[in-house]
């Protein structure tokens, strides 16, 4: 190992620790940019304590962050290093979820109906789209789901859409991608996954029609016409609905 390479390497390991004790210490998940910005901004008024990481570059704390990542796993510590949508974060092994659950006493939540999850699944693969547009595809009443899924925090309201009436437009939200363990909606699985494997955005029957459309879509409204369409513990928490 020559001395470039060295030097290098100690420097990621030292890197890696400063960014393990940000990532243990905050109450959230932290990004690249936030991460360079506290790096640098460490020890600017202390001219006896010099900072050796103040021209840290993104890149070189997502190499360190690779590094810590492989490294819980080869040890097979009890956390892992995760990357949500918001950023990285250290989180509990899902492997250790029935001991951590009862340091929070409390009702246990209930699953998603399917209902509930086929619902979810529409507005996933189809978003923004109005209530009318998923009854459509459902075929039945939603209120009550639809009721819920807000409640829960995994859809919101979008907005309007640009058509007679102007009804309310759904779409999902953080929360949903928190939940699903999604960093971005380009995540969610296509048709063919969703036939070869369970997932647990919604069943594979209930979802396979609305995947075929993908995130984004056109989707079409009650008439035929399409409407205007625009979007601590690595454990997600399980949102409750009912039917």
């Not at 990542?69 to 990285?88: H, M, N, T």
């Not at 029957?205 to 989707?219: H, L, Q």
Request: charged residues 25%; without cysteine; proline residues 8%.
């Amino acid at each position: 190992m020559n001395h470039e390479t060295y030097s290098t390497h100690t420097t990621h390991m030292n890197l890696a620790r400063v960014i393990e004790a940000l990532l243990f210490s905050a109450q959230k998940p932290l990004s690249t940019k936030e991460m360079a910005e506290v790096i640098k901004r460490a020890g600017e008024a202390d001219d006896f304590s010099p900072n050796e990481f103040a021209k840290v570059k993104e890149a070189e704390i997502a190499a360190a962050l690779e590094q810590l990542k492989a490294e819980y796993i080869e040890q097979q510590r009890a956390f892992q290093l995760v990357e949500k949508a918001q950023g990285w974060q250290l989180a509990s092994d899902p492997a250790y979820i029935k001991w951590v659950r009862e340091l929070f006493p409390g009702p246990k939540p209930t699953r998603l109906t399917a209902p509930a999850l086929e619902t979810l699944a529409i507005i996933a693969y189809r978003q923004p789209i109005t209530r009318p547009d998923v009854e459509a595809v459902r075929g039945v009443n939603i209120d009550t789901v639809l009721q819920t899924l807000l409640e829960r925090g995994l859809v919101r309201i979008a907005g309007r859409a640009e058509i007679p009436g102007r009804p309310l437009l759904y779409e999902t939200t953080q929360f949903f991608l928190d939940h699903f363990g999604l960093r971005t909606l380009d995540e969610l699985p296509n048709v063919e996954e969703l036939r070869t494997r369970h997932l647990p955005v919604a069943p594979r029957a209930a979802v396979a029609g609305a995947a075929d459309a993908g995130p984004g879509s056109p989707t079409p409204d009650t008439t035929g016409t399409p409407a205007t369409t625009g979007p601590g513990s690595s454990t997600p928490a399980t949102a409750a609905a009912t039917d």
